[in-house]
């Protein structure tokens, strides 16, 4: 479905991804993993078009989006929920989710995915008139995902939903996220947290220093040595 | 002071209030999107004082299409404006967008008024009256032409909150002002938005000097007045923050209006200025506004 082949990109003269290619099969739940600043965030930046690759090219169900723009990218459906949520803080929770489906010009299918989302999350179904600005982390994280199920998104990119939440709140979203795959929905998921990580996820990609280091299924990946001495502490 | 006299000083505040309102709304609206600082609003203004004029004298038209049309004229110069200046800057500039984009308004500004000084001179041009006559409203007697100019920018405030707030379209405009990597993720077309967006402002201009042409008639530099009472609201309120410069422009009608009349009129501006100094001592980002990165 997704298929990043050799990707160079960074910012300006400075380069953060080498020679970075993954794959991302329809239906799956794939994690890319890595410690900070390893260009985790500039991959997803990279597919979703903020960032344009220097080298490689960039696949998505048979078209090649690498040097499109973002908007483009996310008309194909692709959701990108980024780690700070993007939120749109001075409008109200419907008003964000509202734009979310800003592409989707037939007015059922917004009403659809409106109870979509509201079934997900009822808490947001409570506070529908309050703003994105004033509504705790936890919200706010669900308010993104939300927001990004509402264009109806073929594959979603989700980044470090587990930023500074509750470690209860982290297994809760990670099950929404798992959801999600079964409703058809896949999901490349960007994380620091291993350990929950790999318990969840069908397969998973290891970037160490702007290159992937580590590629298998959870199972494989948790029974690595290099990653069970580097990430899990076990010896 | 007696009871006609505030009355006096409240209604003629905000029969100014109301036309700052709509100039500033505009001014905040572009900044708030694009990060413009727009100082060649004020000849959007010219420019619809101009529209209106022709309109009038040379069109034939009734004052209500004549401001109409001056609008439209406003929105479609505000398009070809952005397209032409904003839009190949924003491809090409990097940093100091706000600093660059200033330079262009300047720029902008000065253009527009030396064209208008070429092609139609320097002299006034304005219409006697609009609809003419006067209205009594509590105790006062006041023209009907600043009546309708009020109720005219009212309406197009009133029309324009609504467009922001239940649209599609005016809710992409609030979200990319917001957080616009954000509204680009959403699949928003910002280089539609943005052109847009200053088309609006510039509508909104262009309105208020064809609703004001009967009382300020029309000349090339026309624009300096509002545009500086449009920053001193903006700054007041606070920049980006559109509903608060309803209260803003308000709020600097009434106190030029209370500052001419008890200390004479070429210290309103003293006036105010030395309010908005000191509000923005006290509170750096104006009464309403939020912190801001820039």
Redesign the interface.
Same mark, same amino acid.
């Given at each position: 479905m997704l298929k990043l082949c050799n990707i160079n990109a960074g910012y300006g003269k400075l380069g953060v991804l080498w020679n970075v290619s993954l794959e991302v099969n329809e239906g799956k739940f794939v994690a890319l993993l890595g410690p900070n600043g390893v260009g985790k965030t500039t991959a997803l930046r990279t597919i979703?078009g903020?960032v344009t690759p220097s080298q490689g090219e960039i696949w998505f169900m048979g078209k090649k989006i690498s040097g499109l723009p973002?908007?483009q990218i996310?008309?194909l459906g692709i959701?990108?929920v @980024?780690d700070d949520?993007?939120?749109?803080?001075? =409008?109200t929770v419907m008003?964000n989710l509202? =734009?979310?489906a800003? @592409?989707i010009k037939d007015k059922q299918k917004v009403k659809n995915s409106l109870e979509k989302v509201f079934e997900l999350f009822p808490r947001l179904a409570e506070r529908k008139k309050q703003f994105a600005g004033s509504m705790s982390g936890g919200e706010r994280k669900m308010l993104a995902i939300a927001?990004g199920l509402m264009?109806e998104p073929k594959l979603m990119l989700v980044d470090e939903p587990s930023l500074g939440l509750a470690p209860k709140l982290v297994l809760d979203v990670f099950k929404t996220l798992k959801e999600l795959t079964t409703i058809g929905v896949t999901v490349l998921l960007v994380e620091q947290n291993v350990n929950t990580t790999l318990k969840i996820v069908d397969s998973g990609y290891v970037l160490e220093q702007g290159s992937i280091v580590e590629e298998g299924s959870s199972q494989e990946l948790r029974e690595n040595d290099h990653i069970k001495k580097t990430y899990m502490g076990i010896a | 002071m007696d009871s006609t006299v505030i009355s006096d000083l409240l209604v003629g505040g905000i029969l100014r209030g109301g036309m700052y309102v709509l100039m500033a709304m505009g001014l905040s609206l572009v900044f708030g999107v694009m990060r413009i600082p727009n100082f060649a609003h004020g000849e959007f203004y010219m420019l619809g004082a101009y529209f209106s004029y022709f309109a009038c004298t040379l069109g034939g038209f009734p004052p209500a299409i004549a401001i109409v049309l001056a609008g439209i004229g406003g929105f479609v110069c505000g398009a070809l404006m952005e397209k032409v200046t904003f839009y190949p800057l924003r491809k090409r500039s990097r940093g100091d967008w706000i600093m660059n984009s200033f330079l262009v308004t300047a720029g902008l500004s000065f253009i527009l008024q030396n064209l208008a000084q070429a092609l139609v001179g320097t002299d006034f041009k304005g219409v006697p009256q609009y609809w003419g006559g006067s209205i009594n409203f509590a105790g006062l007697s006041v023209s009907t032409d600043r009546i309708v100019g009020f109720l005219i920018a009212m309406a197009s405030v009133a029309i324009f909150w609504l467009f922001l707030k239940k649209t !599609?379209t005016g809710?992409?405009i !609030?979200?990319v002002s /917001?957080?616009e990597?954000?509204?680009?993720?959403?699949?928003? /077309?910002?280089n539609k938005i943005h052109t847009l967006t200053f088309a609006l402002s510039s509508m909104l201009a262009a309105i208020a000097g064809a609703a004001l042409l009967s009382i300020i008639p029309a000349y090339p530099t026309m624009g300096l007045q509002p545009l500086y009472k449009s920053w001193f609201v903006v700054i007041l309120v606070g920049l980006g923050n559109i509903q608060a410069t309803i209260i803003g422009g308000f709020l600097v009608g009434v106190i030029e209006a209370v500052s001419s009349f008890s200390l004479g009129a070429m210290w309103q501006d003293v006036v105010s200025l030395s309010i908005i100094i000191l509000v923005l001592l006290v509170k750096p980002t104006g009464l309403f506004g939020k912190k801001m990165k820039v």
């Open positions: 979703s903020i973002v908007q996310t008309r959701s990108y @980024t949520g993007c939120l749109f803080s001075g =409008m008003e509202l =734009m979310g800003y @592409t927001r264009l | !599609r809710n992409a !609030r979200a /917001e957080h990597t954000g509204a680009m993720l959403m699949g928003i /077309e910002l």
